[in-house]
T-cell receptor, first 113, second 111 residues
Framework: DTAVSQTPKYLVTQMGNDKSIKCEQN?????MYWYKQDSKKFLKIMFS???????INETVPNRFSPKSPDKAHLNLHINSLELGDSAVYFC????????????FGQGTRLTVV | GQNIDQPTEMTATEGAIVQINCTYQ??????LFWYQQHAGEAPTFLSY????GLEEKGRFSSFLSRSKGYSYLLLKELQMKDSASYLC????????????FGAGTQVVVTP
């Protein structure tokens, strides 16, 4: 069984569109994250939720809006997509916010054309 | 913020040993993680150090010196499948739940 699953795995879309990426974890973890990995393979945190509450919000354009309907789900909605948004987006979860270990989803490769 | 430095690439032959160094500058250190990431795949957890010393897990070991802001990941008996990017990441008490990653070290294992 997949521990952290995100969909879709690949997403190709035009500039200006709005798109969503979904993430679900079946590990019973309290904390979930969105990370962005750019073309240089640098992995940077975007958001973190603990029990549906936003606890980390890095300097991310407000076109990016996370939503956590429950602690097992953390979705990422992106408005007015730009070319620079092209990257791999990873969802992750950890037992709690003290972060002894984070489990990552398989990633969503977003390409904006 | 934290500065995390690790070499960009290392090459070694099958069966050999490779040591990947990571240095960091941070306040409120709360632990150092190593992750392995194969091309096109998710990072997977390898090790976690919060106290000084060596943690051994099979062919992989990780060392931490908090006073020096230094860690290394040691890969022994290298196998072709160990070719991957190895990411050093730091957690701090002023950013609970946030991992700051280094740029990763690409290890290439040759026959």
């Amino acid at each position: 069984d997949t521990a952290v699953s995100q969909t879709p795995k690949y997403l190709v879309t035009q500039m200006g569109n709005d798109k969503s990426i979904k993430c679900e974890q079946n590990l019973g973890h309290d904390t979930m994250y969105w990370y962005k990995q750019d073309s240089k393979k640098f992995l940077k945190i975007m958001f973190s939720y603990n029990n549906k509450e936003l606890i980390i919000n890095e300097t991310v354009p407000n076109r990016f809006s996370p939503k956590s309907p429950d602690k097992a789900h953390l979705n990422l909605h992106i408005n007015s997509l730009e070319l620079g948004d092209s990257a791999v987006y990873f969802c992750a979860s950890s037992p709690d916010r003290s972060l002894t270990e984070a489990f990552f989803g398989q990633g969503t490769r977003l390409t904006v054309v | 913020g934290q500065n995390i430095d690790q070499p960009t690439e290392m090459t070694a032959t099958e069966g050999a040993i490779v040591q990947i160094n990571c240095t960091y500058q941070t306040s409120g250190f709360n632990g150092l993680f190593w992750y392995q990431q194969h091309a096109g795949e998710a990072p997977t957890f390898l090790s976690y150090n919060v106290l000084d010393g060596l943690e051994e897990k099979g062919r992989f070991s990780s060392f931490l010196s908090r006073s020096k802001g230094y860690s290394y990941l040691l890969l022994k008996e290298l196998q072709m499948k160990d070719s991957a990017s190895y990411l050093c990441a730091v957690s701090t008490t002023d950013s609970w739940g946030k991992l700051q990653f280094g740029a990763g070290t690409q290890v290439v294992v040759t026959p």
